[in-house]
């Protein structure tokens, strides 16, 4: 069984500097799919990055990048110029590159930026 | 516009009783999720169905129902025997491994249930 831990539940940036959250996953699986999800205090769900773990260069979005170790099953999302906009819960997300559609999250890091 | 509806947006459940969540989507999506969160926490899967008729047990389905009868419509019902059933609960469809939509869930703006 596939698992997703988050071991930071809070953290706090200020405007404008870079943040690091931490993700890490546990499976046997050789190819899938890695994610951020960020939830504002609307709790509308937004997809803020995808990785795919046969593809070794890290995804990039914008300010948003991650570093993925896929030896060490570690997934870290890097926030630059972090801005007001970006306060909200991040979650990570594993899904299977084939077969079941099984989608599952980790508990979830809630991130301020402080003015 | 395409997405995905959950009703009703605030639910409240006597002792006793089973309720059910709404959730619909225009997508044309095979897969639908159920996820509950508490507050502060993570997402946890309840259920999913990979397509219609048929559909699987997340890792907290003791006390929840499911049916997915129609591709549109997976409705989740809580029952009595979900003794802390108080949470937000999501739900999420997908439209299968394409890159149209990068792999990403689409999610109803969620329901809150809370006991009486």
């Known amino acids: 069984a596939q698992t997703v831990t988050q071991s930071q539940p809070e953290m706090s940036v200020q405007e404008a500097e870079t943040v690091t959250l931490s993700c890490t996953y546990d499976t046997s699986e050789n190819n899938y799919y890695l994610f951020w999800y960020k939830q504002p205090p609307s709790r509308q769900m937004i997809l803020v990055i995808r990785q795919e773990a046969y593809k070794q260069q890290n995804a990039t979005e914008n300010r948003f990048s991650v570093n993925f170790q896929k030896a060490a099953k570690s997934f870290s999302l890097k926030i630059s110029d972090s801005q007001l906009g970006d306060t909200a819960m991040y979650f990570c997300a594993f899904m299977k590159r084939s077969g079941t559609y099984k989608y599952i999250f980790g508990t979830g890091t809630r991130l301020k930026v402080l003015a | 516009d395409g997405g995905i509806t959950q009703s009703p947006k605030y639910l409240f459940r006597k002792e006793g009783q089973n309720v059910t969540l709404s959730c619909e989507q225009n997508?044309?999506?095979?897969?639908m999720y159920w996820y509950r969160q508490d507050p502060g926490q993570g997402l946890r899967l309840i259920y999913y169905?990979?397509?219609?008729?048929?559909?699987q047990k997340g890792d907290i389905a003791e006390g929840y129902s499911v049916s997915r009868e129609k591709k549109e419509s997976f409705p989740l019902t809580v029952t009595s025997a979900q003794k802390n059933p108080t949470a937000f609960y999501l739900c999420?469809?997908?439209?299968?491994?394409?890159?149209?939509?990068?792999?990403?869930?689409?999610f109803g703006s969620g329901t809150q249930l809370s006991v009486l």
């Open positions: 169905s990979q397509i219609v008729n048929d559909f």
């Open positions: 999420a469809s997908y439209g299968g491994r394409s890159n149209a939509t990068n792999e990403k869930l689409f």
């Open positions: 997508l044309n999506h095979d897969a």
